[in-house]
């Protein structure tokens, strides 16, 4: 048996100078292959070049996504910082492939630690630069295989569960079934994190366990993105005259596993001025020509009526007849009515100004529970009660204030907890293929992927809520992030919830910049301007999170399925000198309407208000605190009719529809690959202005993939570091 010798990888990055100074050991085993097996030999080289793609975060016309490039590609990229361009350790694994009609074929792993030049006795381990403009590594002398074809895969600091079966840097699998193994796991399975939240955060933060206790820095593992410069799955073909002088060449890029998601200051402080009418509102009417015998078989008698203004379950318009009973104070509902284009002559009441005038007549429609109901008709939850499931629509009369809201944290959404080692995509005929790139017509396809596109996409079943299994492929959950919302309080810098530090939403104050360094004084606006095509890129902002990437099909790009990011503000008016002042006292919202008081809300629409409603008011005008488990117990008692939220703390948040990849440029029409996370990118996000006051908790309701003979062969590998691709997200609210 002739002994097989190992040698060294190199790995550097674009502008990448030093590396870490440990000598890999160069020494190998036995890999397995049986006979008197020929040599060859195979150096791997990385040029580590970054590169981040931005896009928007939501599919509305206030929203910007990238739409430079391609999905495959936004045209900006950036190198990263030192830590996610410092390559620790190298795993390399090589198979024959499956055309080989070769003999003894040889089946390699090794595991490598990654130096700057260092050499062991015999030379075996020596470093060499081959390009130091652009930093680019490779080991002297290449690995020794035999004549065949070989699949070839690399993987930059790979985790652990990829290297568990190896003894120690410097060391092999021995066994080729291991091998084959091992080269399976790489290309088909995912690595997984599903199981261990702490793991999963400190990744997110982008850190380990140090040796030494505490924390420090993570690499960033990288693998083969896949495809030789023929477009094809790597597979490498040795011929007899590729000798050590004379080595084939594999040239292999690689990529971040990973992907990357940052924040661009735009406005100074985060504080954004918003125009608020607080305040009574009036209902809005209009004035109707009805028969109020048209339920009765009786000659048509037309008169006047103010009716107000509403929606049905399905959003269409209707116009509702409170009538008072002589006698009475309070309005009994009489029914919804549709406009037509029929006009009658009608008597006006003194109160109304008197005389005569020709109206539009207006017909009496019949409830259904049925959906989109057929002409006459207008849909509720229930027949018995109509007025329950009707949205009154407000004309507001309150002066216009100014306010503002500081954004003070925020909480990404629906993140992924696994990811394929390498990139997979769908094929045309939709089944998933190992690497490839998009084309506009295909998808990234990621971990549970079936499972994300059988969600069902009926009303009910959409609601992030209701995605049962959404827990077991995400990390905060669109339905866990709402509910903490709920809850959230901010001291200081401090995020609490019932005591407790919060889970989900993070301070501003824990953003890192480029250095890794804590962002701990105020955030102001960077000065680079987002670059064109094709031009390197620096301001991609403090970093949030790292993630793994996240995909479904078009028509699954929905809230509790998408990758999305919240936002919590702080609410402010100003003082006599000009100052921001926390807001004092309660902030309701009641029809889209925002008001001080329950007083205030009564005088906006006290006819038709329910006796519930007004013993809170009683309450309220007592003294005593209104709480959101009162105003809950309220919406149940009215069967949702009187649904008023409360803000509590100045509190509000923003919930943006979901990060873009790539903008098709169509606001009413989703793309492949619009909203996704994908590997190798960074996601760059911006709030460019804020027109309104937030929600006061996140709804989690969403709105909507060669024959040779044996002889001394040697191949030379070359593993290119791809770019960060930088996607820029520019969000308005």
Request: hydrophobic share 30%.
């Amino acid at each position: 048996m002739k002994k097989f010798k190992f040698f060294a990888l190199a790995f550097a990055a674009l502008s990448f100078a030093a590396c870490s100074d440990d000598v890999i050991d160069g020494k190998g085993g036995n890999t397995g292959t049986g006979g008197d097996a020929t040599p060859a030999y195979l150096t791997i080289s990385f040029t580590a070049n970054g590169g981040n793609s931005s896009r928007s975060t939501a599919d509305d016309a206030n929203n910007y996504g990238d739409q430079d490039g391609s999905a495959e590609d936004s045209g900006h990229h950036n190198t990263g910082n030192t830590d996610e361009r410092k390559i620790e350790e190298v795993l390399v694994v090589i198979t024959p492939s499956p055309t080989n009609t070769e003999g003894e074929n040889v089946s390699f792993a090794q595991l490598y630690n990654v130096g700057l030049s260092a050499a062991d006795e015999d030379g075996d381990g020596t470093f060499i630069i081959q390009n130091a403009s652009n930093g680019t590594y490779a080991n002297a002398a290449p690995i020794e295989l035999t004549t065949g074809n070989y699949n070839v895969l690399v993987v930059a600091n790979p985790v652990s569960s990829l290297t568990s079966g190896i003894v120690g840097l410097g060391q092999g699998i021995h066994d080729s079934n291991d091998v084959e193994n091992l080269y399976t796991t790489i290309l088909s399975h995912s690595y997984d994190l599903a199981e261990d939240a702490d793991a999963y955060q400190d990744f997110a933060a982008g850190q380990r366990d140090a040796e030494n206790g505490g924390k420090e820095p993570m690499t960033i593992m990288m693998a083969n993105k896949g495809y030789n410069e023929d477009g094809e799955a790597y597979t490498i073909n040795l011929k007899p005259e590729n000798t050590p002088e004379a080595p084939a060449v594999a040239y292999i890029d690689i990529e971040r596993v990973y992907s990357k998601i940052t924040y661009r200051t735009v406005k100074e402080n985060n504080v954004y001025e918003v125009d608020v009418n607080v305040g009574r509102v009036q209902a809005e009417t209009v004035d109707a020509a009805i028969n109020i015998n048209e339920s009765q078989e009786e000659t048509a008698q037309y008169e006047y009526r103010e009716l107000n203004v509403a929606k049905d379950l399905d959003g269409k318009l209707v116009y509702v007849r409170l009538d008072i009973p002589e006698g009475e104070s309070e309005p009994v509902f009489k029914g919804a009515y549709a406009k037509t284009s029929e006009k009658q002559t009608v008597t006006i009441p003194e109160e109304k100004g008197g005389g005569t005038q020709t109206l539009n007549v207006y017909t009496l429609l019949t409830p259904s529970t049925s959906e989109n109901p057929r002409e006459g008709y207008y849909h509720v939850a229930s027949v018995d009660d109509p007025l329950a499931s009707l949205t009154y629509q407000a004309t507001t009369t309150a002066p216009s204030e100014k306010w503002y809201v500081k954004l003070e944290g925020y909480a990404l959404t629906n993140l992924s907890n696994s990811v394929y080692y390498v990139r997979h995509t769908t094929a045309e005929n939709g089944l998933p293929v190992e690497f490839g790139e998009l084309n506009g017509t295909n998808y990234l396809y990621t971990p549970y992927w079936k499972e994300k596109n059988s969600v069902s996409l009926t009303d009910d079943d959409a609601a992030a809520s209701a995605i049962e299994n959404a827990d077991d492929w995400f990390y905060n959950t669109l339905a866990q992030v709402s509910e903490e919302s709920k809850s959230l309080s901010i001291n200081d810098d401090n995020f609490v919830v019932n005591g407790a530090t919060a889970r989900y939403y993070k301070p501003f104050a824990t953003l890192v910049d480029e250095d890794n360094q804590i962002v701990t004084a105020e955030l102001t606006p960077p000065s680079e301007d987002v670059p064109q095509h094709g031009q390197a890129v620096d301001g991609i902002g403090q970093r949030m999170a790292y993630c793994f990437e996240n995909s479904t099909d078009r028509d699954h790009q929905i809230h509790g399925l998408s990758t999305g990011i919240s936002f919590v503000a702080r609410i402010y008016t100003k003082d006599e000198n000009n100052q921001l002042q926390s807001l004092d006292g309660p902030l309701y919202r009641y029809s889209n309407h925002l008001f001080r008081s329950l007083e205030a809300i009564y005088d906006s629409f006290k006819s038709t208000l329910s006796d519930k409603f007004k013993e809170l008011l009683t309450k309220e005008q007592s003294g005593e605190t209104i709480t959101r488990e009162m105003l809950e117990q309220l919406k149940n008692d009215t069967n949702g009719k009187e649904d008023i939220s409360l803000y509590e703390g100045g509190l509000c948040y923003y919930y943006t529809t979901e990060i873009k990849h790539y903008d098709n440029g169509d606001n009413a029409a989703l793309g492949n690959m619009e909203f996704a996370i994908m590997r190798n990118n960074i996601y760059s996000l911006a709030v460019t202005d804020i027109n309104m006051i937030g929600d006061p908790f996140v709804d989690p309701t969403p709105n909507i993939p060669d024959e040779y003979p044996d002889n001394k062969t040697a191949l030379n590998v070359e593993v290119k570091i791809l770019p960060w691709i930088v996607r820029y997200n520019d969000i308005e609210f």
